[in-house]
């Protein structure tokens, strides 16, 4: 059984970086794409950034394109989002995904 286990939230103020971390285990990490996504209050989830298994193709919102960064180290079985540039209308619990599979969401909180 995969499981999966974001980090990395936190406060920050506008203008400020955040690097999310997502470790898998229980599975062929390196076989799989996988995704970030986000939630805010009262808002569905919504899809932020994706990567190929082998970490040669991303995919972005337009919402943070050009301020986020999607990377993996399939040696660490771990993905990673890089957030620069944050913005109050990026708080929101993030979420990686693997497959079916959903990490428990780390909170991003960006307020001044």
């Known amino acids: 059984q995969v499981q999966l286990v974001e980090s990395g939230g936190g406060l920050v103020q506008p203008g400020g970086s955040l690097r999310l971390s997502c470790a898998a285990s229980?599975?062929?990490?390196?076989?799989?794409?996988m995704d970030w996504f986000r939630q805010a209050p009262g808002k569905e989830r919504e899809f932020v950034a994706a990567i190929n298994w082998g970490g040669s193709s991303t995919y972005y919102a337009d919402s943070v394109k050009g301020r986020f960064t999607i990377s993996r180290d399939n040696a660490k079985n771990t993905v990673y989002l890089q957030m620069n540039n944050l913005k109050p209308e990026d708080t929101a619990v993030y979420y990686c995904?693997?497959?079916?599979?959903w990490g428990q969401g780390t909170q991003v909180t960006v307020s001044s």
């Open positions: 995904r693997l497959g079916d599979v």
């Open positions: 229980g599975r062929t990490f390196s076989s799989y794409s």
